[in-house]
């Protein structure tokens, strides 16, 4: 649905932070699907770790926002604005995410006030859970 050049429309985060490959799926403001394709080259890997390279639960939990962030910035009226993390809860890491390993990323937005929301949210290597989350965000 959108491919990377499409969501650096959107997102204001660039390599080596920009964690969101493409959107497979995306109803604004509701949900949304992205992919992050893994791959040795990434420089959290060269300490994380060198003998045993194991993608970090926090750049999960990033790659996961930023689909999120996706699916608020595409918004009418949200164009142009900033989503930050205002929480996160209920964290659970159930698989290690490795070099080759290609992330499913699903977000829910299940509750939004103001410029405050919650969503619900996945990754996920093939069908197996990775990381799930409730995040909460701030849009400003």
Do not use: W
């Amino acid at each position: 649905m959108l491919n990377i050049d499409e969501i650096k429309k959107i997102l204001p985060h660039r390599p080596p932070f920009l964690l969101v490959d493409c959107m497979d799926e995306l109803e604004p403001g509701k949900y949304g699907v992205g992919r992050k394709c893994v791959t040795m080259n990434e420089p959290y890997f060269q300490g994380h770790f060198p003998e045993k390279a194991i993608m970090p639960g926090v750049i999960i939990l990033e790659a996961l926002a930023q689909t999120g962030a996706v699916v608020m910035l595409t918004v009418e009226g949200n164009e142009g604005k900033l989503v930050y993390f205002a929480g996160m809860d209920k964290v659970k890491f159930k698989r290690q995410v490795v070099p080759g390993d290609v992330l499913t990323l699903k977000v829910e937005i299940i509750k939004q006030k103001g410029s405050f929301g919650i969503g619900n949210a996945v990754a996920c290597v093939g069908d197996q859970v990775a990381v799930e989350a409730v995040l909460t965000f701030a849009i400003e």
